[in-house]
């Protein structure tokens, strides 16, 4: 069975850090582009990080210089690292991945985790 699974969140206060983890299960993620995604009820989903094959890596904006995306292909699993963690990085994670290059676009990626809540408080 191919799947992803998220862990590693949970609540912590601004400045903290947490590390989330994708493990994936069928699909070797060495060889596929990973990208970490977060959303929140009501919103679209949005742009965290990624690390295509070759490995680039790649950040929105807002987490550039506090998140740290890396890949462990001995162990099949991605980690998102966050530090100085705020307020506004409260979301449901999501762990996706697809062929080759990453993108930013959440429709681009055909294979989803099924999301790992990280709640900051102020």
């Known amino acids: 069975q191919v799947r992803l699974v998220e862990s590693g969140g949970g609540l912590v206060q601004a400045g903290a850090s947490l590390r989330l983890s994708c493990a994936a299960s069928?699909?070797?993620?060495?060889?596929?582009?990973v990208g970490w995604f977060r959303q929140n009820s009501g919103t679209e989903r949005e742009f965290v990080a990624a690390?295509?094959?070759?490995?680039?890596?790649y950040y929105s904006d807002s987490v550039k210089g506090r998140f740290t995306i890396s890949r462990d292909s001995t162990e099949n699993i991605v980690y998102l690292q966050m530090n100085s963690l705020r307020p506004e990085d409260t979301a449901v994670y999501y762990c996706?991945?697809?062929?080759?290059?990453?993108?930013?676009?959440?429709?681009?990626?055909?294979?989803w985790g099924q999301g790992t809540q990280v709640t900051v408080s102020s």
């Open positions: 690390i295509s094959r070759t490995p680039d890596t």
């Open positions: 996706a991945t697809k062929p080759f290059i990453a993108t930013t676009t959440p429709d681009d990626y055909d294979l």
């Open positions: 069928g699909r070797p993620l060495g060889i596929y582009a």
